[in-house]
């Protein structure tokens, strides 16, 4: 399922609409270091890779702005385990 993510910048999230109801992925800048600190999709949406699509335009977005990633949510951590592609953004311990 393709899913319109929309970055709002004004409230540090991605976001999408699924049936009327907010999916999101929050985030914080700190510096070089994009923190992603909580993805949360409505109950109807679980399952439907609406989570895995914003997390990969908040990833896409820090890779095009040359930003490490602090993954702060479980569900990005366990997302970039998955997608080891995305293990070079993560930020150096």
């Known amino acids: 399922m393709n899913h319109a993510v929309i970055h709002n910048t004004s409230a540090s999230r991605f ?6 109801e ?3 992925c929050n ?3 700190q510096g070089d270091v994009l923190l992603l600190v909580h993805t ?5 949406a679980q399952g439907s890779g609406l ?3 914003l997390v990969q335009a908040a990833l896409d ?10 993954p702060r949510c479980s569900y990005v ?5 998955r ?3 995305t293990l070079a953004l993560l930020e150096a311990a």
């Open 22 to 24: 907010l999916a999101v």
């Open 61 to 70: 977005w820090a890779r095009d702005q040359g930003l490490k990633v602090r």
């Open 27 to 29: 985030y914080q800048r």
């Open 40 to 44: 949360e999709v409505p109950t109807r």
């Open 51 to 53: 989570a895995g699509a």
């Open 77 to 81: 951590a366990s997302y970039m385990r």
């Open 15 to 20: 976001e999408a609409d699924f049936n009327g």
């Open 83 to 85: 997608h080891p592609a």
